[in-house]
């Protein structure tokens, strides 16, 4: 049980998976106003940024949970320079199936609501671990111009236009599950442009070094297409955000 070794290439220097930067998430962070001695649970965690740094930053203590080992080492690595690895521990398994022992007051998918098969079911499975009156984090894409054709749509690693919504009508989503959205951090084109553009350069190096892998012209041909691939489509017209959510 583990990611495709393709993702990891493609993101081996990433301490973040997915679009919002280290500015970004220390704003969310500071912006929910976590009293000390917090308990989080991030699941899908990557490589543990998010956990660790507001493990040091704001004294939370938590889990976090990935079906990738690669990026659990960097985790447990980062626990470590951080000097909060007495605080936070990681979870090699299947998130989709992880519920806390213990109620925790934050519970997390920040970008990988495949786990419970979409959203709904991403909020329905944070519930199970959070204490009444905690707060989900949610991170989900949406779209910020809404595609006008099938060839948009799948550049923008979608199957259909309604795999993504608007801005407004994710909100509306989030609403309707019986959550207030209390808080929110976007990512913006130049945070999408560190997330893509780095795995670029990490898709050359390991090219370079490896040109005889299995897995060589299958990247190789990644990286013919994906820079403009993304400032094409995907910077144009998918957005991404985190969404803190309260149930009413």
Known sequence: ????????????????????????????????????GARLLDLACGSGEMLCTWARDHRL??????????????????????????????????????????PVDVAACVGATWIGDGVPGTVALLRRSLRPGGMMLVGEPYWRREPTDQVIVEACHATTRDDFLPLPETLERFAELGTDVVEMVLADQDSWDRYVAAQWLNLRRWLDRNPDDELHDELRAELDTAPVQHVRYQREYLGWGVFALIDR
Request: proline share 4%.
């Open 1 to 36: 049980m583990d990611l495709p070794r393709s993702f990891t290439i493609r993101e081996s220097s990433h301490r973040i998976h997915n679009p919002i930067d280290g500015g970004k998430l220390a704003t969310l962070g500071a912006a929910l106003r976590l009293r000390p």
């Open 61 to 102: 203590t938590g889990t976090g949970v990935d079906i990738s080992r690669v990026f659990l080492r960097h985790a447990e690595a980062r626990a470590a320079e951080l000097g909060v690895a007495d605080r936070v521990e990681f979870v090699h398994g299947d998130a989709s199936g992880y519920v806390a022992d213990t």
